[in-house]
């Protein structure tokens, strides 16, 4: 019964806590999805807004109470205008991704919508943790 509990303890901190990437294995991740340099972003920057953003965790969520809008995941992209969860009002939807897509451990999906969201005439700069001058 103690090991059934425990094992219960494990898998329920595994789901809530989601996969805690050490930091170079981010780096080698991003680097291999083609983030290095993307747009004349550097790998440094894009390491330095997953750490500030969400500690590396993939399954870090943070409620903004002014606009009802959620932001989700390794990089923190916002339901109001990236992703869709189902919740927030007037949402855009731009990657054409559920924002559930942004939580898994594989990150690949977020990439792609991080790659959208730096198309953006906002840029890198949609993220208030980093002032980047490209």
């Given amino acids: 019964m103690k090991a059934l509990l425990i ?3 494990f898998l329920l901190s595994n789901t809530v806590q989601g996969k805690i990437y050490g ?6 991740a991003l680097k291999k999805l083609g983030m290095d340099g993307y747009k004349g972003i550097s790998l440094a920057n894009w390491m330095c ?3 500030w953003e969400s500690s590396y965790n993939t399954k870090a969520t943070n409620y903004n109470p002014g606009d009802k809008s959620t932001d989700y995941g390794i990089f923190q992209i ?3 205008y990236w992703c869709n969860n189902g919740k927030t009002p007037r949402a855009v939807n731009a990657c054409h991704i559920s924002c ?3 939580l898994q451990d594989d990150i ?3 990439i792609g919508c991080t790659k959208r969201i730096v198309h953006d005439p906002q840029g890198i700069r949609a993220w208030y943790v980093l002032n980047v001058q490209r």
Avoid: D, I, P, V
């Avoid at 930091?23 to 080698?28: D, F, N, S, V």
């Fill in 7 to 9: 094992l219960g303890l």
């Fill in 23 to 28: 930091r170079c294995e981010l780096a080698r």
């Fill in 49 to 51: 807004l997953a750490k």
């Fill in 78 to 80: 916002n339901s109001r």
């Fill in 100 to 102: 559930n897509a942004l």
């Fill in 108 to 110: 690949t999906e977020a």
